[in-house]
């Protein structure tokens, strides 16, 4: 088998807020703060000497100006030592996949020995933006000396300059947006409505089974809300736990109100969160007497373009990364795939299993394959439990490693669709 | 026996699909000798107790109908010949016209429905065009000296309305999706995806009487408009229509200066079929039909026509041993007017290419 080179890296540990609908109860907190929150938190279950940290890697999708290297000030506002040395990535909804890469490539190479990585998203805290005209006004009437050269700057702003700039969840290169995008997908690969109500059925009723079991007891942590600390988060809020698949059927298509089939109750919703994790060279692990939870096997990233099908990347990423492995879909005991959207993860599903996508696309052979059914997602996915963008990376990780572990099993794979047409696959192992 | 170009397929639900595939030819075109099997075909779904309802669509990838065959008008020697060709065409129209009565078909279109094949279209009780860029709509039969001959320029002015039909048929020009279905010259716009699955639940639902096609011209939403409404107004009465027609010729005679006689010529038909009813205006259309495609102005139009479609095939060598050599990347010297032209047709076939630097005194900056 294949192996990468270098230093194994163990992920020892992991731990994600509640995600919770975003406006509801963390509406009042940044992704600085549930980063920060999640950090600390994390460092102080696994009993890990803040002095042996090294390195943080950290992201968020919505870029905050106020904070643009954000793991920089999660490690300093969750009071770990000033001289981690911390830096941020960006890969859309791969974002903290990335971070777990990004830390397991320096831990190969030695730079490092642990890490924590992970990420955030608040989009209750969205950045709101003037238009470019009011921007370049104020930047010029900061130039100027005199008043009036002051207010000069200000003569060509129109009033519809004035309206405040909210930012998209649209594609920059195509204009389409992530819904519409879904939409296509589900049109262009004949995904039916009610095989994705039938998906998001089964993903809330593995979700609230999981939060009844206590199966996510280990991997959530509670949240006691600053600034008033009066409210406790313990679940996630996103969670149906009383789906009944008949409700899914009475929604409205969202982004194509006449043809469409892609609905609030089949996609991935606004969310607030971060998860995190502890990654160290595997070495280093035994020297502080850690149990490892797994080991990052293989990793691969993926494009294609975005005015195609945007979400479609995992059907590249995941035959690469089991090739990179030397391993089929069969070796895998644990699949966890981001689900943007319900028509994203059966589109994808659709791809492994399709001769005719590997022959047009990844240039003949056979199809790796569709993994069973039961193999995907037991606890639930992105649908069900919320999608924070920066955090969902590191969420579906520390899941698919805690999944094996409960279970007694040995290999993961981990897959993820990303803005830009972007996706990301690892493939776990549990010693 | 021949290939066929139409099939019927039934597949449930009382709905049947009939597509037409020209056998051995990238795209569709109507030909004479089409009619027969079609008509043969329609009296099969006439007759046929499980169909209910047709959807009528194209088996090409990318196209619905292109038009009439132009080389099959090349070999017309006589204007009675023509004339007849035309009638023959109408009566396979108003064949269509009259089944759909009964059991309504639904154009399911995607690609470019010109000519023949939007009359095709317009025969039929419903239209559906799918939103892609390929697909467009139009009459151009005028760019070659010609009319619509098939019962176009008596449905089109019936459907969108006079003021728009003469705006198509006059100028040959063609419209897309969305904007076909702001005059109305369709009914529904879809993702190409869900084309015929539309088309058949639209099929089933007209033939159910759930779903009345909306022949309305004028919406709520167009009231504020005041040239819809003046459009109207004065269509809807004799002497605003006479004004109308007056005007488009007026208008018209300043852009052929009498040069070209088949703007003319359509707009005479139109006139007809809307003051002396259909069948007039049906008669009118084959006659100046048949007087145009034997006239010098079309054989002439018809010539540049064919020179141009050669021309862009053409290699530039006589050896046609040699193929065109692979092209990946353009280097540019010079930036006037061609040079510009050059890099935009490059960037158009995504060929990466330099960019243009002016040289000399001749080259003038790219505008």
Known sequence: MATRPGRRAAIVAGLRTPFVKSGTSFRGLTALDLGRIAVSELVQRCELPPKEIEQIVFGVVIPIVQWPNIAREVGLAAGLPKTIEAHSVARACATSLQALTTAADAIALGEVDVAIVGGAEAMSDVPITYSRPVAQAVVAAAKGKTLVEKLKAFREISPRDLLPVPPAIAEYSTGMSMGESAEKMAKENGISREAQDAWAHRSHTRAARAWEDGTFRKEVMRVLVPPRFEEVVVEDNVVRKDSRLEAYANLKPVFDKKYGSVTAGNSSPLTDGSAALVVMAEEKARALGMKPLGFLKEYAYAAVDPAWQLLQAPAFAVPKVLRRAGMRVPDIDVFEIHEAFAAQVLSNLQAWGSKKFAEEHLGGGEPIGEPPEEKINPSGGSVALGHPFGATGARLVHQALRQMSARGLGTALVSICAAGGLGGACILTRE | ?367
């Open chain 2, 1 to 367: 026996m021949a290939a066929k170009t139409f099939r019927l397929e039934t597949p449930g639900e009382g709905v049947g699909v009939v597509s037409m595939d020209v056998p051995g030819e990238p795209v569709n075109t109507l030909r004479a000798d089409f009619a027969g099997e079609l008509e043969e075909l329609l009296r099969r779904a006439a007759e046929d107790p499980a169909i209910t309802s047709l959807v009528l669509t194209s088996g090409k990838a990318d196209g619905f109908i292109a038009g009439a065959d132009v080389q099959m008008l090349q070999r017309i020697t006589t204007r009675e010949e023509a004339t007849e060709l035309a009638r023959g065409g109408q009566q396979a129209m108003s064949r269509l016209e009259e089944l759909g009565k009964r059991k309504p078909i639904v154009a399911a279109i995607h690609g470019a429905a010109l000519g023949g094949g939007l009359e095709v279209a317009l025969a039929c009780t419903y239209r559906i065009a799918t939103d892609d860029r390929r697909t467009q709509l139009g009459q151009p039969e005028v760019q070659l000296g010609l009319i619509p001959g098939a019962g176009g320029t008596q449905r089109l002015p019936r459907l969108i309305g006079i003021a728009e039909a003469l705006d198509l048929i006059l100028t040959g020009k063609s419209v897309r999706a969305s904007k076909a279905r702001r005059l109305g010259l369709v009914d529904e716009v879809v993702p190409r995806p869900i084309l015929l699955q539309v088309a058949r639940r639209r099929a089933a639902e007209l033939a159910s009487g759930a779903l009345r096609p909306d022949r309305s011209r004028v919406h709520l939403r167009q009231i504020a408009d005041r040239e819809v409404l003046q459009a109207v107004a004065l269509e809807e009465n004799p002497i605003g229509r006479r004004i109308l027609f007056q005007q488009a010729r007026k208008a018209l005679l300043k852009k052929t200066r009498g040069h070209y006689p088949a703007p003319e010529k359509a707009l005479e038909a139109v006139r007809i079929g809307i003051e002396d009813g259909i069948e007039a205006g049906l008669r009118a259309e084959a006659e100046r039909f048949g007087e145009l495609v034997v006239s010098d102005v079309s054989r002439n139009l018809v010539q540049i026509f064919f020179a141009t479609t050669a021309l862009k095939k053409d290699t530039g060598v006589d050896d046609p041993s040699v193929k065109p050599a692979r092209v990946s990347k353009v280097g540019m010297v010079g930036a006037g007017l061609m040079g510009a032209g050059i890099a935009a047709e490059s960037a158009r076939r995504s060929w990466r290419s330099s960019p243009p630097r002016p040289t000399g005194r001749d080259s003038r900056p790219a505008t």
